[in-house]
């Protein structure tokens, strides 16, 4: 029987990084829990199969290559230390 849970990942306040994922089926928010960047995600428990999920931060300021998102959908605007560090995540599936 198929069920569903939600779960969390802390992220890594990192340029990329990627998350290989048991039952993913969708992302369903990011934001900030005791001080760290999460990302809430739905499960399917009855699923055996890995997804991997690529992360994107950049920081306010940052530079980057514009094509280092291409693929990637915006998950949102964060803030740290108060608003003293805001940064964009960015996540992708089939990239």
């Not at 340029?15 to 934001?31: D, R, T």
């Not at 199969?49 to 949102?76: D, M, N, P, W």
Request: proline residues 0%.
């Amino acid at each position: 029987m198929s069920m569903d849970v939600i779960h969390k990942e802390v992220l890594e306040i990192a340029n990329y990084q990627a998350l290989e994922l048991k039952g993913f089926q969708k992302i369903l928010s990011f934001g900030v829990q005791d001080g760290k960047l999460c990302m809430w995600f739905l499960r399917d428990t009855s699923e055996r199969a890995f997804t991997i999920v690529r992360i994107r931060i950049k920081g306010t300021g940052f530079t980057f290559e514009s094509s280092e998102l291409q693929g990637y959908t915006f998950g949102g605007t964060h803030q740290q230390q108060d608003g003293a560090l805001i940064w964009h995540v960015f996540a992708g599936t089939n990239l």
